[in-house]
C-alpha cells in the first residue's frame, strides 16, 4: 500500500476497522485515491465534509488529512 509519511502511524489502529470509507469532495481525487489502492476493500464517496451521509455514531474510527 503505497501512502504519505502522516498516515502510517495510524495504520495498525485503522487495520482494526471491518469497513473502510473513503470521503473526498472531488471525485477526480477519489479516482487517484483507487488507482494508488486498487485491491483494496473501500467505499469510495464523493460527498462535502461539511455534511457527511452517515448516521451519528455510525463511524467508529475516522482519520482527516489535507483539510484546509
Given at each position: 500500500?503505497?501512502?504519505?509519511?502522516?498516515?502510517?502511524?495510524?495504520?495498525?489502529?485503522?487495520?482494526?476497522?471491518r469497513?473502510?470509507?473513503a470521503?473526498?469532495?472531488?471525485?477526480?481525487?477519489?479516482?487517484?485515491?483507487?488507482?494508488?489502492?486498487?485491491?483494496?476493500?473501500?467505499?469510495?464517496?464523493?460527498?462535502?465534509?461539511v455534511?457527511?451521509?452517515?448516521?451519528?455514531?455510525?463511524?467508529?474510527?475516522?482519520?482527516?488529512?489535507?483539510?484546509?
Amino acid at each position: 500500500m503505497r501512502h504519505g509519511p502522516s498516515y502510517a502511524p495510524y495504520r495498525p489502529a485503522a487495520g482494526q476497522v471491518r469497513t473502510y470509507v473513503a470521503t473526498d469532495i472531488n471525485p477526480a481525487m477519489l479516482e487517484f485515491a483507487k488507482q494508488q489502492l486498487p485491491n483494496e476493500d473501500i467505499e469510495w464517496n464523493a460527498v462535502d465534509a461539511v455534511s457527511l451521509p452517515y448516521p451519528d455514531k455510525s463511524l467508529t474510527w475516522w482519520w482527516c488529512s489535507s483539510v484546509v
